[in-house]
């Protein structure tokens, strides 16, 4: 019997590196949401950044291309803006620019009492040990609750998050996490959605997770799309629909999430295979299958090879690969026999 044919989906294949945007743009990626050195946060609601001047603008585009020189000379000079962004910078590290956490870390603190989002950072700082000291919980806790009050909204659930790790004040931390959901914190969202999903601090509910992945992917397909995608294509926690997790696995791969080609490579490989994922085994495939419907899924293999650094992922994809070679041999020999 002839496997399902696969659905033709011409998913964009994004094979170079992102473009490098000016750290202008970066404005708001304080910070952080799960554990170093993954600092990956949108700009509080409550507060922005007002615009940079000609001169913090220039370095900040300079610094973007891997020269910070001038970003940590206006830094040094007293610029509390530049002190935030540069605190950022050799925080995180950037292209050619390491990181360099105790230096960030110094900047963001210089800048705390002015900068909310600089207050946020040593929040981090402090809570991670990121200065070069051990971490100060206590100090993290004040750290986060003065930029609650300056307005940076991030801190609510980035204070939620610390909280969570001890069992003495987990309940705290969901409830604050949950505020800031409520309100509209895509990466809360995020948080709350990845607390249900995985039971470690809550019961686990998949329905509700789903719930919070819908909100926190229409603002973040980079962190939420992918999780969202995986609840509909195994139907846990509410209706099974491979369409919708296949569109969302394509929405987080645009927005740069390396790990969700394999996803999509898989979901298309079962689709021809009869709802078979790439192993040892026969399939249930004897022609037929379009040659373009196999090419996608061979693309998707290849991205999944070349962009994402998982060991076992790239095993599978090199396994596919061949398998998928084998199909389109035998399409051609399905089609010369029909030729005849």
């Not at 600092?39 to 609601?45: D, G, L, N």
């Not at 809550?202 to 229409?218: F, H, T």
């Not at 394999?262 to 495939?285: E, H, M, W």
């Not at 061949?322 to 029909?338: D, E, I, R, W």
Request: net charge positive; aromatic share 6%; charged share 20%.
């Amino acid at each position: 019997m002839t496997a399902p044919r696969a659905p033709a989906i011409a998913f964009r294949i994004a094979r170079a590196p992102f473009a490098a945007c000016s750290l202008f743009l970066l404005a708001g990626l304080i910070l952080l949401t799960g554990g170093p050195p993954a600092f990956a946060q949108t700009a509080a609601k409550a507060w922005t950044p007002p615009p940079p001047d000609a001169d913090l603008k220039a370095a900040l585009d300079k610094a973007a291309t891997g020269s910070p020189e001038a970003l940590a000379a206006l830094a040094d000079g007293g610029r509390a803006d530049a002190q935030a962004y540069a605190g950022l910078l050799f925080v995180v590290g950037r292209g050619k620019i390491p990181a360099d956490p105790p230096r960030g870390c110094a900047y963001a603190a210089k800048a705390a009492d002015q900068r909310p989002d600089a207050m946020h950072l040593r929040a981090r700082c402090l809570q991670y040990g990121l200065t070069g000291s051990a971490p100060d919980l206590k100090g993290a806790e004040a750290a986060y609750g003065r930029a609650i009050q300056m307005g940076y909204a991030k801190s609510k659930c980035g204070l939620g998050q610390m909280l969570m790790a001890d069992t003495a004040t987990v309940g705290r931390g969901v409830a604050l996490c949950k505020e800031a959901a409520r309100a509209g914190d895509g990466d809360a969202q995020l948080v709350v959605g990845s607390a249900y999903l995985t039971g470690a601090v809550v019961a686990r509910d998949p329905a509700e997770a789903r719930k919070w992945y819908e909100m926190a992917a229409k603002q973040n397909p980079l962190m939420a799309a992918r999780k969202l995608g995986q609840l509909y294509a195994s139907g846990e926690g509410g209706k099974q629909d491979t369409k919708k997790a296949l569109e969302l696995w394509g929405q987080a791969e645009q927005a740069g999430d390396q790990a969700v080609c394999i996803l999509v490579a898989d979901q298309l490989f079962s689709d021809i295979t009869g709802g078979r994922k790439p192993g040892p085994g026969a399939y249930a495939f004897k022609g037929g299958i379009p040659m373009a419907d196999i090419e996608v899924v061979e693309l998707w293999y290849q991205a999944a090879l070349e962009r994402d650094p998982r060991p076992e992922v790239k095993t599978r994809a090199e396994y596919a690969l061949k398998v998928l070679q084998s199909f389109k041999t035998a399409n051609v020999s399905v089609t010369k026999k029909k030729t005849k």
